[in-house]
């Protein structure tokens, strides 16, 4: 009843991210849908949402994968092959939404696999083979800035065979252990200690885990009620202890029924039903099949604002090897669109949320001359509440000597002070006359707001 490899390692950093994204979305603001990040042949792209203006964020030479936006939007974790060692192995990077900001934080080894935020964005998870065994992944926890690596669980599934998802909201994240109980069953940890609470207890393979948004509820495939080889499988949901399991769906024994996310705000479930991509409600109700193409249709995720789910399609060209798109779909079946074509062929996809935007916050100047044993210049402090983006001006006259500077600086807010310094042309035109200096500094951020200083100092004294 399992899936096949290759559909759950395209899926496999998919399904939990798309959940972790969505974290915030059922709070009382709706989330706004940001960009959708994919793979094409090794690089990293992301486009809008109507997959329009679709850009490369990383055009190196070695491959990227594995894609997925941080909870607020701001952020995108992947994988690049290592640089240093064998194509085999892989590393786990971090940068801006935009691509820019490029940091490696974790050397992982041996492969990397379902990589995805947790849902409160302090912790990236995913599976590894650091020991190279090429027989059972390691599932591992580590912060975004690199600290914290940590392992949770040593006995993950088969590395590369297509059974290691993962499901990530809160503090927790969910996966498949079938290797400790002799048969697939769903366990659950925190995402930054070790410790695994059992969720399912019987004969069957269970699969699949997803978590709700707000960690209370999960959600999995089980072939329970089709005990046969190869037969199919229902949806089950249950407290994320694993208490009050019910089935959602009644399919018989010939389809396959795999969830994939949570809606925004845990009120259905998307999920692979038989080939087609379809969403239901929590409680078994109001079921509905959103594609009805021959080929085979992937359901990704929910958009972020919850108003459409996004869906891979495959589709079969003769003489060649499949191609895919990714589309969209309104919940109810209708308004079905191309979003990235099969021209991009795209891969290991997440929708992100639009960060929210970066407001005007009280700008703060401070000035203070440079000692005479460093060098001829001037230290301009500078402090921002809120992130901020500021043109700093300096004008100033020492003797008969006047001198101009404009020099670009970003403040990362949270009132901290960070220094900007003039620039080198009005460095050596005070060079030219040290000594008693009138200065006025202006800084102007991305608002329009305006701060400005104006302050007597000695200038090489």
Not at 321 to 350: C, E, Q, S
Not at 399 to 413: E, I, L, N, Q, T
Request: negative net charge; hydrophobic residues 35%; proline residues 6%.
């Amino acid at each position: 009843m399992t899936p096949s490899s290759t559909h759950l390692r395209r899926s496999a950093a998919l399904i939990a991210s798309g959940v972790a994204i969505l974290l915030g979305a059922g709070s009382a603001q709706a989330a706004v849908n940001g960009k959708i990040a994919f793979e094409r042949f090794g690089e990293i792209f992301v486009a809008n949402p109507d997959g329009k203006n679709a850009t490369n964020l990383t055009a190196t030479k070695t491959s990227e994968d594995q894609a997925v936006f941080s909870p607020d939007g701001t952020k995108i974790a992947f994988v690049r092959d290592s640089v240093t060692a064998s194509l085999a192995d892989d590393d786990l990077w971090v940068m801006n939404a935009d691509g820019t900001g490029q940091v490696q934080i974790a050397d992982a080894g041996d492969r990397i696999e379902d990589l995805h935020w947790s849902g409160d964005g302090t912790r990236l998870l995913y599976w590894a083979d650091r020991d190279a065994t090429e027989i059972l992944a390691e599932l591992y926890s580590v912060k975004p800035d690199g600290s914290g690596d940590t392992l949770l669980s040593a006995d993950g599934p088969p590395i590369d065979e297509g059974r290691t998802t993962l499901s990530a909201a809160g503090d927790k994240v969910a996966w498949v252990d079938d290797t400790t109980y002799g048969n697939p069953e769903i366990v659950v940890s925190r995402i930054d200690v070790p410790g695994i609470t059992r969720i399912t207890n019987d004969p069957g393979d269970d699969v699949a885990p997803v978590l709700s948004p707000d960690a209370t509820r999960i959600a999995w495939s089980s072939d329970r009620d089709h005990p046969a080889e190869n037969s199919g499988s229902e949806l089950y949901i249950a407290n994320a202890d694993g208490t009050l399991p019910a089935r959602v769906t009644n399919s018989g024994a010939t389809k396959g029924n795999y969830p994939s996310a949570f809606s925004p705000d845990g009120a259905r479930i998307g999920y692979d039903h038989g080939g087609f991509a379809a969403v239901i409600g929590v409680d078994g109700t109001s079921p509905v099949t959103l594609t009805n193409e021959k080929s085979y249709n992937h359901f990704e995720l929910f958009s972020p604002d919850g108003t459409r789910a996004l869906y891979e399609h495959t589709r079969p060209i003769r003489g060649e090897d499949p191609h895919y798109t990714l589309d969209t779909v309104r919940l109810d079946g209708g308004g079905h669109k191309v979003v990235v074509g099969k021209d991009l062929d795209p891969m290991f996809l997440d929708w992100g949320v639009a960060p929210a935007p970066i407001t005007p916050g009280p700008l703060e100047l401070a000035l203070k001359a440079r000692p005479a044993q460093r060098a001829v210049g001037l230290r301009i402090g500078y402090t921002c509440s809120n992130e901020c983006d500021l043109t700093v001006v300096t004008k100033g006259e020492t003797g008969d000597k006047r001198f101009k500077s404009k020099v670009r600086a970003h403040g990362y807010g949270n009132d901290a002070w960070q220094t900007a310094v003039i620039s080198k042309k009005a460095r050596a035109q005070i060079t030219e006359r040290p000594g008693a200096a009138k200065i006025v500094v202006t800084a102007t951020d991305q608002f329009g707001d305006k701060a400005r200083k104006t302050a007597n100092v000695s200038l090489n004294p």
